[in-house]
């Protein structure tokens, strides 16, 4: 027949399209170019959503991986620790006193801490032993700075316990006024609790103005008192 396809006898012509497909070349039936051919990058089109830029995902994933943290176990600022001196060398007499009033606050504060300085070494806390009534300057004392603490045993002689008169005139280093009258259960009740009193733990209330006071980033605008304060009935 005319129609027949040479070499193909007796078959049917194919169709155009069939023979148009068969002799397209790979990249019109879908397979990928090869290398070095590749065409501009097509734009998404109507209705469908383009992939995401490589850019944007980079990003994406580097964003948090960029941020500072901490190594564990390093205190944050609002948790670091304020280091307070104090000298008893001139404190005779009132050694075991000053050093269960040191114990008292250590155990109930946590960002402030009281320790002996070294022989020779500057203080933030002198304390000294008189004579009269027991007083002291009102702090906060900050690092670098100085307050004194004049442990009178005129107090003693009247009956008033020495570990609380020493827990309270550092209750005024830590920048802790007066609460007189007072109970007992108040540290900074002073000799107003009377002579049975032997309390030296400063209360809730006491406890969260020394925190308050040497709060990290906070410590610095407290101003210190400057007084004296004397513990006389």
Same mark, same amino acid.
């Given at each position: ?5 040479? *070499?193909?006898?007796?078959?049917? #012509? %194919? $169709?155009? !399209? @069939?023979?148009? =497909?068969?002799? &397209?070349? +790979? /990249? ?16 998404? *089109?109507?209705?469908?959503?383009? #992939? %995401? $830029?490589? !850019? @944007?995902?980079? =990003?994406?994933? &580097?964003? +948090? /991986? ?5 190594p564990a176990g390093t205190p944050s600022a609002a948790q670091a620790t304020v280091t307070l001196r104090y000298d008893d060398s001139r404190a005779a !007499? ?5 050093? &269960?009033?040191? /114990? ?75 609460t007189k009258p007072g109970p007992c259960s108040q540290l900074m009740s002073g000799s107003s609790a009377g002579t049975a009193c032997t309390n030296a ?16 980033a906070v410590a610095a605008l407290v101003p210190a008192g400057g007084r004296t304060l004397v513990d006389a009935p």
């Amino acid at each position: 027949r005319r129609g027949a396809a040479a *070499g193909r006898p007796g078959g049917r #012509a %194919p $169709a155009r !399209g @069939a023979a148009a =497909l068969s002799r &397209a070349p +790979p /990249a019109a039936r879908g397979a990928a170019p090869p290398p070095g051919e590749e065409g501009p990058p097509r734009p998404p *089109g109507p209705g469908r959503r383009g #992939a %995401p $830029a490589a !850019g @944007a995902l980079v =990003l994406t994933l &580097a964003g +948090p /991986a960029t941020a500072a943290t901490a190594p564990a176990g390093t205190p944050s600022a609002a948790q670091a620790t304020v280091t307070l001196r104090y000298d008893d060398s001139r404190a005779a !007499g009132w050694e075991s006193a000053i050093a &269960a009033g040191v /114990a008292s606050w250590n155990a109930n504060v946590t960002n402030v801490r009281l320790v002996e300085a070294a022989p020779g070494a500057v203080a933030e806390i002198v304390i000294v032993a008189t004579t009269g009534w027991p007083q002291a300057t009102l702090g906060p004392v900050r690092p670098g700075r100085q307050v004194r603490v004049e442990l009178g045993s005129q107090a003693v002689d009247q009956g008033y316990d020495k570990t609380r008169i020493a827990a309270h005139e550092l209750g005024h280093s830590l920048g802790l006024p007066d609460t007189k009258p007072g109970p007992c259960s108040q540290l900074m009740s002073g000799s107003s609790a009377g002579t049975a009193c032997t309390n030296a733990t400063p209360n809730a209330t006491e406890r969260s103005r020394v925190q308050a006071a040497y709060a990290s980033a906070v410590a610095a605008l407290v101003p210190a008192g400057g007084r004296t304060l004397v513990d006389a009935p």
